[in-house]
């Protein structure tokens, strides 16, 4: 074991001993500060220790091409001080290595919903398009607070809305939940724990009137796509959604019973939802396509729609309901339920609500009926 005073001249002309491929030469004054000199010419700083369980260790320092001779003397006294106090740099170093970056907890997180949840479309597009390009190469360890708090914040200034906005940082915050479960190193401490959080509102409830519905309807049955009426009269008499309504297959209808069988709703539980006489009539006039088990398919390709955009689209300009969307047809549904002296209980279990407060947005117009109710009395009185 060699022993040198490792200064700029020693450094610049160490030899490496005949006959060996590389000599390692111990500074005189730093425990563990070693030169490697091999053959080939190169030469490397490293700091050689014990750990705490006796075993001999290394911590390369840099190459003498790469760092100063002075910041390396620094590097190892930190290092060999570090020593003393009953660290081990080495460990450190295997640990940092084995911090993933988020792209890799990210897959990880795209796998779980994938087996696991119905809005793996949502949460795949959510990481491709906004959180992969901005975390995807970071790190987890050095995605910090702040820095997810200033994304987010940058997120809403450029016009995200804060549902939107909500969906990333939620989803963002899953990754690390997921991946701490599996006790992945570094992700045992959430970026996205305890970042303020104003009250989301994004209800956007329209009602149609029975005019406007009439609109539609009439608009619908002069689509270039034949199917959008039927699709369009279901969901007004059924309030269901339309993903659901696209998806549903005949052997799940029973027109004895009048009652469609909806096998895996939003909630993730099976739901039946009562078929009114103007729906039934509905289901009836739908066109049988022969081996086709689709209640109301695409007739060109005998699948469900992927999507119906162009002929609503089309359909809302003739009926002059600028801005309607599909899902407003579910509101809708209720509205005139809940106009006619439906109770919100019942509207609710049609609707297929998991509880009753989301049946409460329509409480509002539950307390118009009871008006008409008292004012009719009023005038009764008076008269």
């Known amino acids: 074991m060699p022993k040198a005073k490792l200064d700029h001249a020693f450094v610049s002309t160490a030899p490496c001993e005949p006959g060996k491929a590389k000599t390692d030469w111990y500074d005189d004054t730093i425990p563990g500060f070693v030169l490697e000199r091999r ?6 700083y ?13 911590h390369k320092i840099g190459g003498v091409k790469d760092i100063k001779l002075a910041d390396a003397r620094k590097k190892a006294q930190q290092l060999r001080a570090e020593v003393v106090m009953g660290g081990d740099p080495r460990a450190k170093k295997v640990l940092a290595k084995a911090i993933p970056l988020y792209s890799e907890i990210a897959a990880k997180h795209l796998a779980f919903a994938k087996l696991h949840l ?8 959510c990481l491709r398009v906004h959180i992969l390009p901005k975390w995807g190469r970071m790190r987890v360890t050095d995605i910090d607070r702040n820095a997810v708090a200033q994304w987010l914040s940058d997120k809403r200034a450029a016009g995200a809305a804060a549902a939107s906005v909500e969906k990333m940082r939620v989803i963002l915050g899953r990754s690390f939940e997921l991946a701490a479960q599996e006790g992945v190193p570094g992700c045992d401490k959430n970026p996205t724990r305890g970042l303020p959080r104003k009250p989301l509102n994004n209800a956007r409830e329209r009602f ?3 005019e406007e519905a009439a609109r539609l309807r009439s608009a619908v049955a002069a689509s270039k796509n034949p199917q959008l009426q039927h699709i369009v009269g279901l969901l ?20 004895e019973r009048r009652s469609w069988l909806i096998p895996t709703s939003k909630t993730g539980k099976a739901r039946h939802v009562p078929l009114s006489t103007a729906a039934l009539a509905i289901v009836e006039a739908l066109p049988h396509f022969k081996g086709c088990p689709w209640l109301v398919p695409n007739p060109d390709t005998l699948k469900p729609f992927v999507s119906i955009k162009h002929g609503w689209q089309q359909a809302i300009r003739t009926a002059k309901l600028p801005g309607l969307r599909i899902h407003d047809l579910r509101h809708s549904a209720a509205s005139f339920m809940v106009n006619s002296g439906v109770d919100l209980f019942a509207v609710g279990k049609v609707l297929g609500h998991a509880s009753y407060q989301s049946t409460q947005r329509y409480s509002h117009l539950a307390n118009d009926t009871l008006l008409a109710a008292v004012e009719a009395g009023a005038a009764k ?3």
């Open 118 to 125: 119905r809005s793996y479309d949502t949460v795949e597009m």
């Open 46 to 58: 490293y700091l050689r220790y014990q750990d705490q369980a006796g075993r001999q260790k290394q």
């Open 236 to 255: 007004l008499l059924t309030g269901a959604r339309m993903r659901e309504l696209l998806d549903a297959k005949w052997e799940h209808v029973d027109v």
């Open 208 to 210: 149609l009137s029975a």
């Open 39 to 44: 053959k080939s010419g190169g030469m490397t």
């Open 381 to 383: 009185q008076v008269a």
